[in-house]
C-alpha cells in the first residue's frame, strides 16, 4: 500500500512528491528524527529568481542551501569504502559520495546535472541499500515544469531536456534503477518560487544574524 499519505499536506502542497518501495512509511517510522529534520529543510526552501539567473558554478546556490541546513543538523557528506574479495585478493570497490547522510538515511540533491547523475545516485542508493548500509534513499530535484520560469527568465538553455528534472527521474525510478532501496523523491515546484531582487537573499541573512 502507498504510503503517500504520511508526507504533511503542506510540503505535498509545496513540492511534487513520488515514493519507491513505501519510502515515506520507512522513513517517517524507521527514522522519525531524520524524517523530521527533512521535512524542516523543505519547509524552509523557497526558489529565488535571483538564484536562478546567477551562475551556478560547480554547484548551485540552490543546492548548497539544501546541503548547508542539512550539516547544520548533523548530516554529513558520507563515502563508504566497500570491496570485494576474489580468490582471497582484495578489490577496493569505493562508493560514490553521499551529499548528505545520517543514520542510515541518504539524501542526494540534483538541481542542474547531467541526467545520468540519476543514474550514479539510484545505483549507489540500490548497493547500499543491499548492503545494509542505508535504508532509505531521498532525492530532492527540480520539477519538469520549471521549464518556463528558466524560459522566461532568459535561462532556458542553461536548464536543457538532457540535464536533471523530475521527467527525467520518474522514468529510472519505475524501471527499478533503484532495485530494492526505498526511494522517496520531493520535486522543487513553482508554488516555491519568490521574484526577489539580486542580493535580498544575502541582507536578509544578514538582519537575522544580529538578533
Not at 37 to 56: C, D, K, N, Q
Not at 137 to 165: D, K, M, V, W
Amino acid at each position: 500500500m502507498p504510503t503517500l499519505h504520511l508526507v504533511p499536506k503542506d510540503i505535498a502542497e509545496l513540492y511534487e512528491v513520488h515514493e519507491w518501495r513505501n519510502a515515506a512509511g520507512v522513513l517517517s517510522t524507521s527514522r522519525p528524527t531524520e524524517w523530521q529534520e527533512v521535512l524542516e529543510t523543505l519547509r524552509l526552501f523557497r526558489l529565488y529568481r535571483s538564484e536562478i539567473v546567477s551562475p551556478g558554478g560547480s554547484k548551485s546556490k540552490i543546492a548548497n542551501r539544501f546541503d548547508a541546513e542539512l550539516k547544520q543538523r548533523g548530516w554529513v557528506e558520507k563515502q563508504f569504502k566497500t570491496a570485494i574479495e576474489l580468490d582471497g585478493k582484495r578489490l577496493d570497490s569505493p562508493t560514490h559520495k553521499i551529499d548528505c547522510y545520517k543514520n542510515h538515511v541518504a539524501l542526494e540533491v540534483e538541481w542542474n546535472n547531467k541526467d545520468p547523475f540519476y543514474d550514479r545516485d539510484l545505483n549507489n542508493f540500490r548497493l547500499l541499500f543491499d548492503l545494509r548500509a542505508i535504508e532509505v534513499g531521498i532525492i530532492i530535484t527540480r520539477c519538469s515544469h520549471l521549464q518556463e520560469i528558466f524560459n522566461a527568465l532568459g535561462r532556458g538553455p542553461s536548464y536543457g531536456n538532457s540535464t536533471t528534472h523530475m521527467d527525467k527521474l520518474l522514468t529510472r525510478i519505475d524501471g527499478g534503477a533503484g532495485g530494492g532501496c526505498p526511494v522517496l523523491v520531493f520535486g522543487i515546484s513553482k508554488e516555491l518560487y519568490i521574484e526577489d531582487e539580486a542580493g535580498q537573499i544575502e541582507v536578509t541573512a544578514s538582519e537575522g544574524s544580529d538578533d
